[in-house]
């Protein structure tokens, strides 16, 4: 038996993903990682008597790539007696429409397809082709992001989900301890095809950043090993996060949440007495816990808010902070109180957090649609104020449509300097009162369009441009 297939065979073993008869469904895109999946759960298919029901989902987005990976897929599929459910999404129409990155959409819809798959077959189970490496890339981007200890833990090997009707699922991760390199290695010694997504190698995404140049970088000059260095931590970490998470349970005697019968969270409230007798990671997880209930995410929110909300407990009553997320927190008297601000923001993307259904309410801000064409088809750059175009290849992910959140920004002028969107408003005299009802167009903290006042300057469109994003005021 090959190395690298002993030692995923045994991880396997090691985290007790499978049980003798079940039905497992396997995420297959035909890339390398997938592949290798799905040949060692064949290898398990027999002894296990296992089903295997290969789910594979084209985004929309490569065109005829994408179509020839779904032909790959499946003619494997046909030549070895699996079970094939292929899906189209339309993921820059769905992102659009959501108001998510391409990214986020995505991922979103593959997951949705593979519980919808997992009630049809009757399946427990959800196999997805995360390596080492994916794991580093993760832990790195939380860190250079800001995270807490939680982001050290990556991506874990298993967890427990629920399909649409509630039913407990595991999602599991049974490649994760190879590395792509060993995942290559075995692919090449019994001669298994794969197909290869060129957008991986576009280094204008962090994620590819880190995964192209900087943990090869490390490997050469700083530790051959890194991968496995960060593999470590990741799982130290995870055991660190769950016992913070148990005592973090028996905190929230001191925390209250005010929760509508539609299982919305209006507000939180944190005891200040027992807040201040807790020990300090167990403090600012507990205050992490409830912004993240109130909030309904938790993403972008960094140390410096949380211990923020914790200097709280020594202000004088009426203290007030404001927040990520339309997020206000304020000393009343003995408790910190959060509060949603009336002013709306992104729809959180925590699916196990129940939300209403957000709109920007009247007076606040224009609507906007958008739509992607291609260039030819289009005449001359508009001049008018309603509406911009943006060169869509430039723009890091599908942006979206929100109010403003701290660390906003603007690349402004033939240099594209700098310019915080605070500092903007100020330069423009828009008063704080309104400020908050301005509809932005952003990709992440980057805004692209300050509707109804200006366009940044860093994404427009050329004569080398082949996709415009068209956005227009409608109302």
């Known amino acids: 038996m090959d190395e690298v297939e002993k030692k995923a065979l045994a991880f396997i073993k090691e ?8 039905t497992v469904i396997a995420g297959v895109s035909g890339g390398a990682d997938s592949m290798c999946m799905l040949l060692l759960l064949m290898k398990l298919k027999n002894d296990m008597d296992l089903k295997i029901v290969v789910a594979h989902v084209n985004h929309g987005i490569r065109g005829i790539e994408a ?3 779904e032909e790959f897929v499946g ?46 077959y009757r399946s427990k189970k959800i196999a997805v082709a995360h390596n080492c490496g994916d794991n580093a890339e993760t832990v790195l981007f939380n860190i250079f992001r800001g995270t807490g200890i939680k982001g050290l833990t990556g991506i ?8 649409a009707d509630g039913n407990e699922l595991c999602l599991i991760r049974p490649v994760l301890c190879l590395t792509r390199s060993e995942i290559e290695k075995f692919l090449s010694s019994i001669n298994q095809e794969y197909r290869i997504d060129h957008t991986n190698s576009d280094n204008h995404y962090s994620r590819n950043r880190i995964r192209n140049e900087i943990l090869p970088q ?17 799982r130290q970490a995870s055991e660190v996060e769950d016992y913070i998470s148990l005592k973090t349970d028996e905190a929230m005697k001191y925390a209250k949440l005010t929760v509508l019968e539609d299982g919305y969270i209006v507000d939180g409230s944190l005891g200040i007495e027992g807040l201040s007798g807790l020990h ?4 600012t997880n507990l205050i992490r816990r409830v912004f993240g209930s109130v909030a309904g995410r938790l993403k972008d929110v960094e140390d410096v808010h949380i211990r923020a909300i914790d200097g709280l407990r020594l202000a004088q009553s009426g203290r007030s902070l404001s927040l990520p997320y339309g997020i206000t927190a304020v000393r009343e008297y003995d408790n910190i109180v959060l509060k949603k601000s009336p002013c709306p923001k992104e729809l959180p993307e925590n699916p196990d957090i129940k939300v209403p259904d957000v709109k920007k309410p ?16 289009l005449g ?4 008018e104020k309603n509406i911009k175009w943006f060169d869509y290849d430039r723009i890091g992910s599908m942006p979206v449509l929100r109010n403003m959140k701290d660390g906003d920004y603007l690349l402004i002028g033939k240099d594209l300097n700098k310019k915080s969107l605070r500092r903007f408003m100020i330069d423009n005299k828009i008063p704080l009162s309104e400020r908050c009802g301005i509809t932005l167009l952003a990709d992440g903290s980057h805004v692209l369009w300050v509707v109804g006042y200006r366009q940044d300057e860093s994404c427009l469109v050329t004569s080398d441009t082949k996709k415009v994003l068209i956005a227009e005021i409608t109302a």
Do not use: M, W
């Not at 094939?84 to 979103?108: H, M, Q, S, W, Y």
């Not at 874990?156 to 399909?163: F, G």
């Not at 300090?280 to 403090?283: A, D, L």
């Not at 001359?380 to 001049?383: A, D, G, L, M, V």
């Open 156 to 163: 874990v090997p298993k967890r427990n989900i629920k399909d």
């Open 75 to 120: 003619a494997f599929c046909r030549t070895h007696g699996l079970a094939f459910e292929p899906v189209f999404a339309d993921i820059p129409r769905l992102a659009v429409e959501t108001g998510k990155t391409c990214e986020e959409a995505g991922r979103d819809f593959r997951y949705d397809f593979f519980k919808q798959l997992a009630i049809k």
């Open 362 to 377: 009247a007076g606040t801000g224009p609507e906007v649609s958008l739509k992607i064409c291609d260039r030819a088809q």
């Open 218 to 234: 490390a490997e050469k000059y700083i530790n051959s090993n890194v991968l496995g260095h960060i593999a470590a931590l990741s």
């Open 380 to 383: 001359e750059i508009p001049r």
């Open 15 to 22: 985290n007790c993903f499978l049980e003798k008869g079940e």
């Open 67 to 69: 179509d020839a990976d």
């Open 280 to 283: 300090p990671v167990i403090r």
